[in-house]
């Protein structure tokens, strides 16, 4: 009875070794920041979209006063760490900065300041994130009009806003919090090259 099992033990981790045998090798995951691509945004062209950092919460804020923090949702601790570590990994990977703009929320702003020193307000870079709605429909549009604008020389705009419009814009997903949709500025208008995450800023 024994060496039947043993006989049968010895079979089966054969058919195992076999089928891993076969199985491919699954390759490694393609890092979104290419040496390509990171000596492209050296040079500047770009328009830079990203998602304002962490938040503790999803409560919705109050709209009345766009001025008035203590009424929004703010960027957590976490968070405040995660856009200043964008900011130093930008000064790092040497990425010249241009236009700063950013959505008149206090988390959006914040995330400018904290990563990059300075911030224009706009309100064309707040949106509502919802569907089918002729007003959000719009300002995505406009938004998609001033990435026409092409960068100061050498320089890359950026863009703090909330996780919808790239999306919109064809621009792969609804972005997470601190992450960045890359455009290449064109005379046609932007293309959309990738998405980066917060943590992805990193040498290739």
């Not at 008149?104 to 911030?119: E, I, K, M, N």
Request: with cysteine.
């Amino acid at each position: 009875m024994n060496l039947h099992v043993a006989l049968l033990a010895a079979a089966l981790c054969l058919v195992a070794a076999l089928v891993q045998a076969q199985t491919p090798a699954q390759p490694p995951a393609n890092k979104p920041l290419t040496k390509e691509l990171l000596e492209q945004l050296r040079q500047g062209g770009f328009i830079i979209y990203f998602r304002h950092g962490e938040t503790p919460n999803y409560k919705d804020p109050n709209e009345g006063n766009l001025d008035d923090c203590a009424q929004q949702r703010n960027l957590s601790a976490d968070g405040r760490t995660q856009v200043r570590a964008i900011g130093q990994a930008f000064r790092t990977l040497e990425i010249p900065l241009g236009v700063v703009r950013s959505s008149p929320f206090c988390r959006s702003a914040d995330t400018a300041r904290l990563a990059f020193g300075r911030v224009e307000k706009t309100m064309e870079l707040l949106s509502n994130g919802k569907d089918n709605d002729p007003v959000e429909d719009a300002r995505i549009k406009h938004v998609h009009n001033t990435m026409k604008i092409p960068p100061w020389p050498g320089s890359n705009t950026i863009y703090v806003g909330h996780g919808s419009p790239p999306e919109k814009m064809g621009c792969g997903h609804f972005l997470m919090e601190g992450e960045a949709a890359i455009f290449r500025w064109t005379q046609a208008g932007p293309v959309c090259v990738g998405n980066v995450k917060s943590d992805e800023w990193v040498r290739p």
